[in-house]
């Protein structure tokens, strides 16, 4: 792997055919039945390089030290670890001084505090150290990232491709769409809570429609949508996020704030689709349309909905999101 010689990173014939062995069936990694969608860090010296940036931003714990550096018992130390992913960590690999191994997760922490890509890509630094970044995007894609080499996309089968992919696209689209229509002088602190949540649909969500609609229409107005829940006093998620991040905000409201947006997560795990308007407000769940007669639509019964939706050119709609089972993600938006 080149990216590996461009950030300098040690990487002996076994560990580095361990590492390949790994990303190989990455995409479909399982533990108990239960899917996963790992976050990899390998690094070089990974102390050293984060050492400007502050604990109060970032922890990391270390579960296991003084391992082989050839990598010959990874995979053992890594099937410990890699369930930590589904709950936000990052499972890291750290070459110290070529001389030892350390397995262990990071993360970052913090409301207004970017993610943990953008915190720890944006501080470390590349002279004490090397590091690259694998996060799984798809049912074959691993997204890399690395201090010296260009973000880029990876299948499953190693034929990369530069630029971020269409998952990623997805999530900054849907991003920006439920974010259009926020009035707030905190827009930016909010734009980075709701970056890290969206972010959480790839590993919490196992596939889900979510669309978007304006602001100031009526959910009961729209036709399109049938049965399902919808709520007679909207659930303003940007509300409960502006209150978390205030200056003087007790527990309480960063509480509420994460109650709320992991309810939002588990509606979009609900069968149906999730509506949310331009200003953040969560409008219903469960909710189903009936395809369009006549028009030919290939895949599952999500993908049938996502292009009812879209086909139907309805103005009041701004964009629909769609995830697959195996974490793929589209968004279309509306050009009326």
Same mark, same amino acid.
């Given at each position: ?26 995409? @479909?990694? *399982?533990?108990?039945?239960?899917? @996963? ?40 130390? %890594? ?13 890291? !690999? ?6 030892? !191994? ?28 090397? %590091? ?26 190693? !034929? ?26 905190? &827009?930016?602190? @909010? ?27 009526? &959910?009961?107005?729209?036709? %399109? ?7 007679? *006093? ?10 978390? %991040?205030? *200056? ?17 997560? *588990? ?8 509506? @949310? ?19 030919? !639509? ?12 879209? #086909? ?10 769609? #995830?697959? #089972? ?11």
């Amino acid at each position: 792997m080149e990216c590996l010689e461009n950030e300098n990173i040690p990487f002996c014939d076994v560990l580095k055919r361990s590492l390949l062995s790994l990303l190989s069936k990455i995409c @479909i990694y *399982e533990e108990e039945e239960v899917k @996963i969608r790992p976050m990899i860090l390998v690094a070089r010296n990974l102390d050293s390089m984060i050492s400007k940036i502050p604990s109060l931003f970032l922890e990391t714990v270390r579960i296991s030290d003084g391992c082989d550096i050839t990598g010959k018992d990874m995979m053992k130390q %890594l099937k410990a670890i890699i369930p930590f992913c589904n709950n936000g960590w990052t499972a890291y !690999i750290n070459i110290i001084e070529d001389s030892h !191994i350390s397995y262990g997760v990071i993360r970052s922490f913090g409301l207004k505090t970017n993610s943990f890509t953008d915190l720890i890509f944006s501080l470390a630094d590349s002279e004490d150290g090397g %590091l690259l970044y694998f996060s799984v995007k798809g049912k074959t894609e691993i997204f890399l990232k690395g201090l010296k080499t260009v973000d880029q996309v990876i299948d499953t089968r190693f !034929i990369s491709s530069e630029g971020i992919g269409e998952q990623t696209n997805a999530v900054d689209m849907l991003l920006e769409d439920i974010t259009r229509g926020v009035t707030s002088q905190k &827009l930016s602190e @909010i734009k980075i809570l709701y970056s890290k949540l969206l972010q959480l649909t790839l590993q919490k969500v196992h596939g889900t429609i979510c669309t978007v609609i304006k602001k100031d229409v009526n &959910l009961n107005d729209i036709a %399109l949508f049938k049965d399902g829940i919808r709520f007679s *006093e909207i659930i303003d998620l940007t509300e409960y996020a502006e209150k978390a %991040l205030m *200056e003087k905000a007790d527990s309480s409201e960063l509480e509420k704030y994460y109650a709320i947006s992991g309810l939002m997560l *588990e509606m979009m795990n609900v069968d149906g689709i999730t509506i @949310i308007d331009e200003a953040g407000r969560i409008r219903g769940y469960n909710i189903f349309v009936e395809s369009q007669q006549g028009i030919e !639509i290939t895949g599952g019964a999500r993908t049938r909905a996502a292009h009812t939706i879209v #086909q139907s050119k309805n103005k009041n709609i701004v964009g629909v999101y769609l #995830q697959s #089972q195996d974490g793929n993600a589209s968004y279309w938006r509306n050009d009326l």
